[in-house]
Each structure stands twice: as C-alpha cells, then as structure tokens.
C-alpha cells in the first residue's frame, strides 16, 4: 500500500465525514483530499517532480496533513521540520536534503529566510497563511498560497499522475541531532504503510475522535496521521498543549483515547481543573517518547479510570516496535510485546543473540524498518546489517516476549567494572513520593572510570535532601548502583519533543565534585 493511498481508501470505506477538527473550523476527509490535489497541482506548476525533497515547517495545523499528502502524490519527498528548530538547524537541513522547495507559516518564515541567505541556488517558498508586509531581497522565489490557489480549477487539478511505488522514498526524517549532526532517516510508503497496519491491527474497530497533540512533523505524529485515515477517525488538531483545551476537548467529542508523552500526562493528573469537565469518555491514553514512571500509571487509573499504554519506537522504524496494549496483560516496566510482522533479538556486542532475560543491544527487522540513512553509507552500514537494525537501545525479553528497555548503549554507565543501567535508578528514584522527575548520567572519576550522578526535580513542598534521597537508593539497590551525588534542578533540559538531553547534564555536571 501506499500512503496516497489512504485519503481514497478511507473515503471509499467511510464516505464524507469531519475528519478534522481545528480551532472554529470543522474539515471532512473530502475537503482534506481536494486541498491535497489543489496544492500538488500547484507544486507541479512550480517545477516540484517526482525524487524531488520539499520541507514542511508548521506548527499543527491542517495545512500540514494537505502539503504532507500533495507532496506524495507527486512522488515526491517529504521532509518534516519542527517550527521550533533555530536557523543553524533549517541551513542544515536544507543544504543536506537538497530541498527544492519550502512550505510553511508566517511564524516561521524569518527562520527560512535566515537560512535561505546561506543557500546557493534559489528555494521555493509557499506560504501558506499570510505572507510578511515585507519580504526583504532573497534568493527564494515566495508565493502566497491564499492568493495561488484561486488560480486553480477543479478541471485541471485532475491531469495529475505520477507513477509511484512501495519502495519509493515517500519521507526524510532527520533526527533531532542530540549527539552530532541530525541523520536523514529515510523512509518508504511500504515502511510507512506497514507501520500503521501493525500498530492498528488489534484495535477494536470502533471509530472516534482522537487528540493531535504531539508535533506532526515528528514522526510520531505522521504516523498517528496515517492511522487516523486507514482507521475512519477524526482528529482534534492543537498547536500547542493547552491542558484546560484538552480536558474540553474530551468533554465534547467524547474522547477515548489519545497519545501524549508523560509530561503532558503529569500535567493533566495535577491539573485543579480536571474536576470542572466530565472526562468519563477516555479510558485509555498511550505514552511514548520517554519512560513512563509506575507511580504516573497509578494516578491516571486513580484520578481519569482510564489506562495508559507505554509503547516503544524510533525514527527508524516509522516508528513502531512494540507496546503495551488491552488485550495483553501489562507487565509493570516493559513496553509490551513487539508489532505483528516485526522481528526483534537481544544481542552481545558481537551481534550473537542473548538467551532470555540477559541484556544486550536490541535489533528489529521487518517492512517498517528505514533502508537507512540519506546520503551517509557510514552511518547505514552501522546501524543496519542483514536487514536487521541496530537500535542502540539496551534491552530483555521476559519468558512471555515482553520488551524491557532499559536504557541508550551510549548512556550505559561503568563503575569500577559494573555495569550500571540508568532506567533501572530513574525508575526507583520516580517511584519516591517526593521525586517529580529524575534522570541518571555517567561522569568522569579517576578512581572508578565513572561515578553516577542524579539530576532530581523534586516536588512541590518537598523537603527532601540530598542524603536522604542516596540512603533511599541504598536501601533498594546495590550500594554501587546508587548515586554518588543528587542534584536538585527546578527543570531538566528537553528537545521539542520532550526527551531529556542527557548529554547537555554531562556536559554541565562533568567536573562536578564526587569525593564528597
């Protein structure tokens, strides 16, 4: 299947309905198909063919869902940019992906612009609200879109065809760069297609309203996209997390699921206004990006009588690999078992895999796997031998197949010669009622190669110490697991999609003071 494939499968299915729902506007899956075709037809006028990178930068908006699927009716790439991401990282991004053209916002146009002045050749832009009172001289060729698509009958934007195929590069992820330059992760309509089929395949059928929280120019949310299209559902689309809009939003479509990351989970469970509105609709809400802390799991299922499923993925495998899901029992710490279709080993540093409950570096194979890195055979041939991909995440399997990760290969900490899994101490320290949020770094010792250093956010009124939290530790783990020193912060450094960056604390706490 293809991913231009799902708007027409979906309105064959469903017939017309409102599939989008965004600030006053209410948008059917027919409005979305022919917006779609207006805009690929304006893009082929442009020059735009298929092979040819077009970079998407918006906040959530409709615009996003119509340029994504315009693109692809081209056979043409699509590349997904946070709006959020600086100037340096657009002129990367942009050099690196040879993009042809831009479509985008006014709120983000001075970031294109910025990054335009570096380029050499001339960059297409469409602007898809209202273009700036003034446009300063560039090498970008600027179109206001309002304005362009009156242009467009309905006659012509039906000559369009482009011969497409599954294994065509359909999407040009690059990844969000914590450790070096971001990596293009490439990805097909067969890797896309077999993705949402997997992760949709034991739902129960029933069709509804879902929230579009999470960025749609994350992977995340471009594959919750394709869901919502091959399920029949319809989507409340936000720019931003807004809890009180959230908890109105369930209140008037009667929402029964949603896909957020904990931080946003925390914030609905401690909201004061969960009481004002009748959430009785949502039983279940799916937490990714980041580990989810039992003691989370327990306030949701307290305070909403809903269940949260953890799940995992990454950019490389569209991005689905397992989760937990209704009709498995969940095992507290595991992220549930693997997608149909979709292979997975633990294995040594030799590649041999582990027999069961032993830890080692987790490898996933199947259709939804990248065929690997734009324009960098280094980093391909590393990540990707025999079909199988190399996640760089540590991890077991239990006797059941259940999935435990338990933390980044680069993050793995050694003290004097053990090995020490920082999820395995974040996971303690998050279940102490006074530890909001926590999470454990390596740094350098002389003595003992590295020492464990723990960056706590602490909650509200607490009168924790920092001998108080170490002596805890010590009483559930090894005393070589525990941490050498606590640090209390009132925040933790984040990406735009609210992953700590570890590397920022080890480059912070680095030459902090472990003797004492």
Request: glycine share 6%; with cysteine; net charge negative.
């Amino acid at each position: 299947m293809l991913v231009t494939d799902l708007i027409p499968n979906n309105i064959a299915k469903y017939g017309e309905y409102p599939c989008i729902y965004y600030q006053d506007r209410e948008i059917t899956n027919m409005e979305v198909d022919k917006a779609a075709r207006e805009l690929a037809f304006f893009l082929h006028s442009m020059g735009i063919k298929k092979g040819d990178c077009v970079l998407v930068s918006m906040s959530n908006c409709p615009e996003v869902i119509y340029s994504y699927q315009a693109i692809l009716r081209l056979g043409a790439i699509v590349i997904p940019v946070m709006h959020l991401l600086n100037e340096n990282e657009f002129t990367f991004i942009l050099e690196h992906s040879e993009a042809k053209a831009v479509i985008t916002t006014s709120d983000v146009f001075s970031k294109i612009h910025s990054a335009s002045a570096r380029l050499s050749g001339e960059l297409k832009v469409i602007c898809m609200d209202q273009l700036p009172s003034e446009i300063p001289h560039t090498n970008m060729e600027v179109t206001d879109w309002q304005k362009g698509k009156l242009q467009i009958s309905e006659n012509r934007i039906q000559e369009i065809y482009c011969d497409i195929h599954e294994t065509d590069l359909a999407v040009i992820l690059y990844t969000s760069g914590t450790t070096g330059r971001p990596k293009g992760v490439m990805l097909t309509h067969r890797n896309l297609s077999a993705n949402v089929i997997a992760r949709t395949s034991f739902t129960d059928g029933k069709r509804g309203t879902m929230l579009g929280v999470l960025p749609l120019a994350h992977v995340y949310g471009f594959s919750a996209m394709n869901a919502l299209f091959h399920l029949g559902n319809a989507v409340v689309i936000f720019q931003k997390f807004d809890v009180v809009k959230i908890f109105e939003a369930i209140e008037k479509y009667q929402i029964k699921s949603c896909s957020l990351v904990p931080a946003m989970i925390h914030e609905m469970v401690s909201s004061p206004f969960a009481s004002h509105y009748d959430l009785s609709s949502l039983e279940a809400i799916e937490s990714g990006s980041t580990s989810l802390p039992a003691s989370l799991r327990e306030e949701v299922r307290k305070k909403f009588q809903a269940e949260i499923y953890d799940a995992y993925g990454l950019s490389e495998a569209s991005p689905s690999v397992s989760r937990q899901r209704k009709d498995i029992p969940i095992k507290e710490g595991s992220v549930g078992l693997p997608l149909p279709g979709l292979q997975i080993k633990i294995v040594d540093q030799n590649g041999v895999e582990l027999p069961t409950g032993q830890i080692g570096e987790l490898i996933v194979k199947g259709d939804n796997i990248t065929p690997g890195y734009y324009k960098n055979e280094e980093a391909t041939k590393e990540a990707i031998k025999d079909g199988w991909l190399f996640t760089g995440d540590m991890a077991k399997v239990d006797e059941d197949g259940y999935l435990y990760i338990v933390g980044r290969k680069k993050e793995l900490i050694i003290r004097g010669g053990f090995n020490i899994y920082p999820r395995d101490l974040e996971e303690l320290l998050l279940k102490h009622e006074e530890v909001f949020e926590a999470a454990v770094i390596g740094v350098p010792s002389e003595r003992m190669g590295e020492e464990v250093i723990a960056c706590v956010i602490k909650k509200t009124s607490s009168t924790l110490s920092e001998d108080d939290l170490i002596s805890y530790c010590q009483t559930h783990l090894a005393k070589y697991k525990t941490p050498r020193r606590i640090v209390f912060l009132n925040e933790l450094p984040k990406n735009k999609i609210g992953k700590i960056l570890k590397l920022k604390l080890k480059e912070i706490y680095s030459h902090i003071d472990v003797l004492t």
